[in-house]
Nanobody, 123 residues
Framework: QLQLVESGGGLVQPGGSLRLSCVVS????????IAWFRQAPGKERERVSC????????NSHDSVKGRFTISRDNAKNTVYLQMNSPKPEDTAVYYC????????????????WGQGTQVTVSS
């Protein structure tokens, strides 16, 4: 059974840092592309970053370039999103999602989703 479980969300001050984790089970990270998406209230879900089964990192969303970094630990079956210098506009529910092999920008391109973790950036 393929599962993704996010953790690490919470309240963070602007300019601080936070690391989200996505633990997967039922499949190998080397066979799947794993993406981080986010959805703020009243807005569409958007892809933040993605790492393919081969380890290739896709272009991040323009708004997080230079601040957020995706990585993975195959031995721990975990994909991370390191969030540095977050801004209030980064406040959203963050989801990880999986699809076979490669990354896709589209929400519809992913067939497995985690339950999401809330990130709130506020002083």
């Amino acid at each position: 059974q393929l599962q993704l479980v996010e953790s690490g969300g919470g309240l963070v001050q602007p300019g601080g840092s936070l690391r989200l984790s996505c633990v997967v089970s039922g499949f190998a990270l080397t066979d799947y592309g794993i993406a981080w998406f986010r959805q703020a209230p009243g807005k569409e879900r958007e892809r933040v970053s993605c790492i393919s089964g081969t380890g290739t990192i896709a272009n991040s969303h323009d708004s997080v370039k230079g601040r957020f970094t995706i990585s993975r630990d195959n031995a721990k079956n975990t994909v991370y999103l390191q969030m540095n210098s977050p801004k209030p506009e980064d406040t959203a529910v963050y989801y990880c999602a999986a699809r076979t092999w490669y990354c896709s920008v589209a929400v519809s391109g992913y067939d497995r989703w985690g339950q999401g973790t809330q990130v709130t950036v506020s002083s």
